[in-house]
């Protein structure tokens, strides 16, 4: 189609973004660019709004490739969340049923490896139509992106051995230590970390600083803490995962282990002897560990 201005490129943008949106499994959300969330990627938005220049409609369309590396990269995240509710055994997924729920364990799992398949092939093409950039960025951030699949199919794998792994009290640095490794590499890499290498090689800058990667890191710790603690304690006008399906789960999070700390010992045994338990957490359950949270860290319930 035809674009003559940019009110008419940004509304063909939106369409795009609606139809991504729409077409992911778990991403059922209106799309709104003012509003980054998990489940609305903040990196279209970023590159979006970083892309226009007022005195320069061309540079905005030169920067098309870039809005699908974050299509990519939602693709990316996708596969990734089915990879987690196969894990995790979750039954439900932003109220919904969890695709493994629907398809199966088996048939996910290839649905996810096909969400891989298209984002590679989203990214790659995007990368071979960035203009303006230098071979050895385009390298870089090729790159990049096998460096990010290979940290967050190894931050999978810990995950699948943190959902095994039995609490026990007086025992939380080490667990606490690979909660944040889990969340360093499935959260962190993809979704704060692999835009900005993108962004400054795309500019023909240099790879991040060190203090600069750690940054992000700590940004996407608070990120994932924030989302846990929406999970227990939603705000009535922000949108997350389904209430409670954490403590449902069974989900070992950096909030379950600030409040173990903090609890009596016979409380606290008592909420580590259900999470190490096959028995069902039904809604009383649920709210007694909610409760148990409230108290724990001085947050009204």
């Given amino acids: 189609m035809k674009i003559n201005n940019q009110s008419d490129f940004l509304q063909q943008l939106r369409k795009q973004l609606e139809f991504v949106i729409q077409n992911c499994p778990y991403l059922n959300m209106p799309v709104d660019l003012n509003m980054p969330s998990k489940q609305n990627n903040s990196t279209l938005a970023e590159i979006i709004i970083s892309s226009f220049d007022n005195s320069s409609f061309r540079r905005a369309l030169s920067i098309m490739p870039f809005v699908e ?37 088996a048939r996910a799992l290839l649905v996810a490896n096909i969400l891989y398949s298209l984002a590679f092939e989203r990214f790659l093409t995007a990368a071979k139509r960035v ?13 990049q992106w096998w460096q990010v699949f290979d940290l967050v199919q190894a931050g999978q794998i810990l995950d699948f051995e943190l959902a095994n792994y039995k609490l026990v ?8 230590q690979k909660i944040e490794q889990v969340i360093w590499q499935k959260t962190t890499s993809y979704t704060f970390i692999l835009p900005a290498q993108i962004r400054s090689f795309a500019s023909n800058k240099p790879a991040l600083s060190n ?9 996407g710790l608070a990120f994932q803490m924030q989302n846990d603690f929406d999970n227990v304690f939603p705000a009535d006008n922000k949108v997350t995962k389904d209430q409670l399906s954490d403590i449902y789960n069974r989900k070992k999070t950096l909030l379950l282990i600030a409040t173990l700390k903090k609890l009596p010992k016979v409380t606290a045994q008592s909420i580590i002897d259900l999470y190490n338990s096959d028995k069902v957490i039904n809604y009383q359950t649920a709210l007694f560990i909610k409760g148990a949270m409230a ?7």
């Avoid at 009290?169 to 606490?176: K, N, W």
């Avoid at 108290?295 to 319930?301: D, F, I, R, S, Y």
């Fill in 295 to 301: 108290k724990a860290n001085k947050v009204p319930n």
């Fill in 169 to 176: 009290y007086g025992q939380f640095e080490l667990i606490e």
């Fill in 131 to 143: 203009k303006g950039v230098q071979n050895y960025a385009l390298d870089k951030i090729v790159w």
């Fill in 69 to 105: 590396f974050g299509v990519a990269i939602e693709l990316f995240q996708n596969a990734a969340l089915i990879h987690d509710d196969i894990i995790d055994k979750a039954l439900t997924r932003r109220g919904q049923k969890s695709i493994p729920v629907i398809l199966g364990s």
């Fill in 211 to 219: 203090p600069e990667i750690k940054q992000l890191q700590t940004d």
